[in-house]
């Protein structure tokens, strides 16, 4: 950052510009199994399916940027009310010194444009490295963006990171333990709405928006293809229930007994596949979001008793 302020002071003026972190119900955290992002010294509001749901830990490419901020007049009677801070945590403060730090904003008064400052995302942990080596403020004229300012290429991938679809709950027939040769019907419950979108936004600036989908479900017997044979032409976007009478076409055929496997059980894992459009003019293509569940399959062989004739 620039040399001319500690880091201290350099914070405390990014609070009084209004770019800290402060409370805001949009915004996305770390919780439970929810990897998100978490936006400090940000102006970026988060809104829509961020929470609720699981992610897929999608890694911003860039975890620091300058956000637009205030004007030329405003952002010098901001620094000029900063004067206490400034002598407190400077060392060897003075007049003289405060004065000179002014200047940088007293020559950009009549002058379009606006101060740029730095935000990023905390949860990254190369995050902070990066905020620190940029500048606390950049005057940027009208119309132009500074060298790592953020766009709104990069607004939709924070939009992505923040993104969560619901993690389903499996279901299974039959249910408590399966047999060899007995088909085994997959289908997923509680995903609710099957489209999640989440809008990033700069109020008064920018924002973008991403949309996901539901399309597929995957299944993974939890062992290999020479003990189970998976059907999925008929399972859609969400599995098929079991129906007396019904065609099997999605679930999976165990071809083997699960006795000698660790705790005399297969592990089943269902993904849901969500592709993630972009809304708008922005280009850029984001890889789906891919969530799996999984069940222990116990399996077992059926008995049959043979009677003399």
Request: hydrophobic residues 35%.
């Amino acid at each position: 950052m620039n040399p001319l302020l500690s880091a201290a002071v350099a914070g405390l003026l990014a609070v009084t510009a209004g770019l800290a972190p402060r409370p805001d119900p949009g915004r996305t955290i770390d919780e439970g199994r929810t990897k998100g992002v978490v936006l400090t010294h940000s102006k970026i509001v988060i809104s829509g399916d961020a929470k609720g749901g699981k992610s897929d830990g999608y890694v911003l490419k860039r975890p620091c940027w300058y956000e637009p901020g205030q004007g030329a007049e405003e952002m010098l009677k901001t620094q000029e009310s900063l004067r206490d801070f400034f002598f407190k945590f400077t060392k060897d403060a003075t007049d003289e010194k405060f004065e000179k730090f002014l200047e940088q904003f007293k020559e950009r008064i009549g002058q379009d444009g606006r101060w740029w400052g730095p935000a990023y995302d905390s949860s990254d942990p190369k995050g902070l490295a990066c905020f620190s080596a940029l500048d606390p403020f950049v005057f940027v004229p009208p119309g132009q963006t500074p060298p790592a300012g953020i766009t709104v290429r990069e607004l939709a991938e924070i939009a992505r990171a923040a993104l969560t679809v619901p993690e389903p709950t499996v279901r299974l027939s039959p249910d408590a333990k399966s047999y060899v040769n007995l088909p085994t019907w997959v289908w997923v419950e509680g995903i609710g709405a099957p489209r999640r979108s989440v809008t990033a936004t700069i109020p008064g600036v920018m924002s973008a928006t991403v949309v996901a989908t539901l399309q597929e479900i995957k299944i993974d017997p939890g062992t290999s293809g020479d003990r189970a044979e998976v059907t999925v032409s008929g399972c859609g976007a969400q599995g098929k229930p079991y129906v007396k009478g019904g065609t099997f076409s999605c679930g999976v055929r165990y071809l083997r007994s699960s006795v000698d496997q660790p705790q005399e059980k297969y592990t089943l894992t269902v993904t849901t596949v969500w592709p993630v459009a972009v809304q708008g003019d922005v280009a850029v293509q984001f890889a789906p979001v891919e969530v799996g569940t999984s069940r222990d399959v116990p399996v077992g062989e059926i008995q049959s008793n043979v009677r003399p004739q």
